[in-house]
């Protein structure tokens, strides 16, 4: 009797080669941010929001995100992210969206969606969702399709 192809167990023949480990699914970066590096970022974000400026909070926040950082100095960054976008009134946002790129969007989508998941954004969840609703208002859902896609963390 003839074997059915369809159901041969390929990965008995080779069984470490189907196996993706957290690691691989990490894109290789050249260098790695430090905290020290992201510092006085995090200090032009804040003074950027507390002065009123939020389309260049926004902008500066959606501008080369640090990928390429350890998650405690991504907690850190997101700390000034999050405060930066609560400071926007509601009535801004959709001016403020506007202004932003097609890139700039798709990495404000990865930090309303690392904030709606965390639990300190969590309680900011009505400032997020809001901000989403404007993104899709503006640019209906390719930013989100791109956050799906994407293997690059905020």
């Given at each position: 009797?003839?074997?059915?192809?369809?159901?041969?167990?390929?990965?008995?023949?080779?069984?470490?080669?189907?196996?993706?480990?957290?690691?691989?699914?990490?894109?290789?970066?050249?260098?790695?941010?430090?905290?020290?590096?992201?510092?006085?970022?995090?200090?032009?974000?804040?003074?950027?929001?507390?002065?009123?400026?939020?389309?260049?909070?926004?902008?500066?926040?959606?501008?080369?995100?640090?990928?390429?950082?350890?998650?405690?100095?991504?907690?850190?960054?997101?700390?000034?992210?999050?405060?930066?976008?609560?400071?926007?009134?509601?009535?801004?946002?959709?001016?403020?969206?506007?202004?932003?790129?097609?890139?700039?969007?798709?990495?404000?989508?990865?930090?309303?969606?690392?904030?709606?998941?965390?639990?300190?954004g969590q309680k900011q969840g009505g400032v997020l969702l809001a901000w989403l609703e404007k993104i899709t208002q503006v640019s209906g859902v390719t930013p989100i399709v791109h956050y799906i896609s994407d293997r690059r963390t905020v």
């Amino acid at each position: 009797m003839e074997a059915d192809w369809r159901r041969i167990d390929i990965d008995a023949f080779d069984p470490e080669s189907g196996r993706l480990t957290a690691a691989d699914l990490v894109p290789p970066y050249e260098t790695i941010v430090t905290l020290q590096e992201l510092q006085p970022r995090m200090n032009q974000l804040r003074s950027l929001a507390t002065s009123g400026d939020s389309v260049g909070a926004v902008q500066l926040l959606t501008t080369d995100p640090p990928y390429s950082a350890d998650a405690p100095t991504k907690e850190q960054y997101f700390g000034s992210v999050l405060e930066a976008l609560t400071q926007v009134r509601q009535a801004d946002i959709g001016n403020v969206i506007k202004t932003l790129s097609d890139s700039q969007k798709d990495v404000l989508v990865k930090y309303l969606y690392k904030g709606m998941s965390v639990p300190h954004g969590q309680k900011q969840g009505g400032v997020l969702l809001a901000w989403l609703e404007k993104i899709t208002q503006v640019s209906g859902v390719t930013p989100i399709v791109h956050y799906i896609s994407d293997r690059r963390t905020v």
